[in-house]
C-alpha cells in the first residue's frame, strides 16, 4: 500500500530555514503531480507549491522567492526548501500526490499525516 510520509517540520525563528521531505512508500510505478499545502490555526488549508513530473513548478505568492518546492523521482521524494519564514508560515504541512501507479494499481489523491511547522522567536 502506497503512503506518504513527511518529515522535517519543527520550531524556528524568524528569519530561519527549514527543510520538509516527503517520500512515497510501496513500489511506484509513476506518479503525476506533487505538492505542498498547509493549514495555519484558525485558517483553511491553502496551496503551498506543485511540482509536476517533469520539473514545472507553481507557487502561491506569498511563498515566492523563499521556497523552493524539488523532486527526485529516482527516490519518489519531493521537498520543500523554506527560507526566510515568517510568523505567517506556522501551519500544519501536507503533502499530496494527485495521481500514483503502484504495484497494487491506481491510488488517487493521497494526503500524508501532515508536519507542524512553527516560526516563533
Known amino acids: 500500500q502506497v503512503q506518504l510520509v513527511e518529515s522535517g517540520g519543527g520550531l524556528v525563528q524568524p528569519g530561519g530555514s527549514l527543510r520538509l521531505s516527503c517520500a512515497a512508500s510501496?513500489?511506484?510505478?509513476?506518479?503525476?503531480?506533487m505538492g505542498w499545502y498547509r493549514q495555519a490555526p484558525g485558517k483553511e488549508r491553502e496551496l503551498v507549491a506543485t511540482i509536476s513530473n517533469n520539473g514545472n513548478r507553481d507557487y502561491v505568492d506569498s511563498v515566492k522567492g523563499r521556497f523552493t518546492i524539488s523532486r527526485d523521482n529516482a527516490k519518489n521524494t519531493i521537498y520543500l526548501q523554506m527560507d526566510s519564514l515568517k510568523a505567517e508560515d506556522t501551519a500544519v504541512y501536507y503533502c499530496?500526490?494527485?495521481?500514483?501507479?503502484?504495484?497494487?494499481?491506481?491510488?488517487?489523491?493521497?494526503w500524508g499525516q501532515g508536519t507542524r511547522v512553527t516560526v516563533s522567536s
Open positions: 499530496n500526490a494527485d495521481r500514483v501507479r503502484s504495484s497494487t494499481g491506481w491510488h488517487l489523491d493521497l
Open positions: 510501496g513500489i511506484i510505478f509513476n506518479i503525476n503531480v
